[in-house]
């Protein structure tokens, strides 16, 4: 069935970087944006940025510009968001979701918890 | 950026009563690229209403999108037990993505 698969929490010391993944199946996975959206624990969403899976171009919202890395592997259908410096306010789940480039969001992965503490 | 106020930030009905969610825009969704979400806890957000006012497959009727320019609404028209949960509003229309601050509908 189409879904997007998220790998697993993780926890990290400030300053560090982490990696999350975003596995794609059951569609072509060059058709749709992957946009990627985090919420701090009982708080809002917000949009991160998104990179298009058939060329590898990607937009990257302004208050993370510098610290935020999305590329893709196209063998794997996979998506990778990297965020590095991180802080205690980074903390927060990651979701990937499916899209074009101006959307709403009909298909999410599962989510994916980051904590940052040192 | 185009920012999003939802209001009220909690509303506390009763199964079968009426819910009336409002998102209010800094500047107006062209092409009312809008959209509303429904979350539970420990889930990830399910989308409920796209393009103001179209619901995608599979979402019941009692949830309905209405507005244009910068406001909009969501109307759940009888609340269900599962219905109790925090919604949000986004608009796509112009980058950044943003999302409003959301509304929880608590049972009273």
């Known amino acids: 069935q189409v879904q997007l698969v998220q790998s697993g929490a993780e926890v990290k010391k400030p300053g560090a970087s982490v990696q999350v993944s975003c596995k794609a199946s059951g569609y072509t996975f060059t058709t749709y944006y992957i946009h990627w959206v985090r919420q701090a624990p009982g708080q809002g969403l917000e949009w991160m940025g998104k990179?298009?899976?058939?060329?590898?171009?990607?937009t990257y919202t302004e208050k993370l510009q510098g610290r935020v890395t999305m590329t893709r592997d196209t063998s794997t259908s996979t998506v990778y968001m990297e965020l590095s410096n991180l802080r205690s306010d980074d903390t927060a789940f990651y979701y990937c979701?499916?899209?074009?480039?101006?959307?709403?969001?009909?298909?999410w992965g599962q989510g994916t918890l980051v904590t940052v503490s040192s | 950026e185009i920012v999003l106020t939802q209001s009220p930030g909690t509303l506390s009905l009763s199964p079968g009563e009426r819910a009336t969610l409002s998102c209010r825009a800094s500047?107006?969704?062209?092409?009312?690229?809008l959209g509303w979400y429904q979350q539970k806890p420990g889930q990830a957000p399910r989308l409920l209403i796209y393009g103001a006012s179209s619901r995608p497959t599979g979402i019941p009727d009692r949830f309905s999108g209405s507005g244009s320019g910068t406001d909009f609404t969501l109307t759940i028209s009888r609340l269900e037990p599962e219905d109790f949960a925090v919604y949000f509003c986004?608009?796509?229309?112009?980058?950044?993505?943003?999302f409003g601050g959301g509304t929880k509908v608590e049972i009273k």
């Open positions: 990179i298009n899976p058939s060329d590898g171009s990607t």
């Open positions: 986004q608009q796509y229309s112009s980058s950044p993505l943003t």
């Open positions: 979701a499916r899209g074009p480039a101006y959307s709403s969001f009909s298909l």
């Open positions: 500047q107006s969704v062209s092409r009312n690229y």
